[in-house]
């Protein structure tokens, strides 16, 4: 079965500073792989994804990762973090044959002033 | 704009007594998931349709049962809440395979008095 560690809980970012956020995947195959952010009180937003092909995928508001397959990360990086960007951020993993997501317990971002 | 919509936002029930939150879609997905989330949680895949097809989690409590009349709505019942089902319940949806992720509602946050 898949899963999906985010060994960062908390992180705290100036605003303007750059971001990295990690995320490592334990499955036996070619996996999905996907970064969800999430506003307090929301569902989750997609941020990117990943399947195949270039391992450095570009995303919505800024944000890109990169598939390393030697480490089995995926980690989410923004050159330039901005106030509106605090939220929670999930990482999750797919099988190729399986329906279902398996999230990553979040790592919740501050952005101070 | 095709979207996933939960109904309804906040839902307050007493221990005990039976509640439906409800998931409608226009995205024409084959897929529709629930999943629960608690405070500071991963969110956790309770049960999905593949069209009809109804998939249930191994651990997924018999408390919690779900109906899919047609493709564009999909219930959750929770038969006899109790105060550990206090969360929020996201719906999700997605194509067959979900490699292109999955498209969330805003949820239902539920609270149990």
């Known amino acids: 079965a898949q899963s999906v560690t985010q060994p960062d809980i908390h992180i705290t970012v100036s605003e303007g500073a750059s971001l990295e956020l990690r995320c490592n995947y334990s499955?036996?195959?070619?996996?999905?792989l996907f970064w969800y952010v999430q506003s307090p009180g929301q569902g989750l937003q997609l941020l990117l994804k990943y399947f195949s092909g270039d391992t450095l995928v570009q995303g919505i508001k800024g944000f890109e990762a990169e598939f390393k397959r030697s480490q089995s990360s995926f980690n989410l990086r923004k050159p330039s973090v901005h106030w509106s960007d605090a939220a929670e951020y999930f990482c999750?993993?797919?099988?190729?044959?399986?329906?279902?997501?398996?999230f990553g317990t979040g790592t919740r971002l501050l952005v101070s002033p | 704009d095709a979207m996933v919509i939960q109904n309804p936002r906040y839902q307050v029930t007493q221990f005990g007594k039976p509640v439906t939150l409800s998931c409608s879609q226009t995205l024409n997905h084959n897929v529709m998931y629930w999943y629960q989330q608690k405070s500071s949680q991963a969110p956790k895949l309770l049960f999905h349709?593949?069209?009809?097809?109804?998939?249930n989690e191994a651990d997924t409590p018999d408390n919690f049962q779900s109906r899919r009349p047609n493709t564009s709505f999909c219930f959750l019942d929770i038969r006899s809440p109790g105060l550990g089902d206090a969360a929020m319940y996201l719906c999700?949806?997605?194509?067959?395979?979900?490699?292109?992720?999955?498209?969330f509602g805003s949820g239902t946050r539920l609270t149990v008095v």
């Open positions: 999700a949806t997605s194509r067959v395979g979900g490699r292109d992720g999955y498209t």
């Open positions: 999750a993993v797919g099988a190729v044959s399986f329906q279902k997501l398996v």
């Open positions: 349709y593949y069209d009809k097809d109804f998939n």
């Open positions: 499955y036996g195959a070619t996996p999905y």
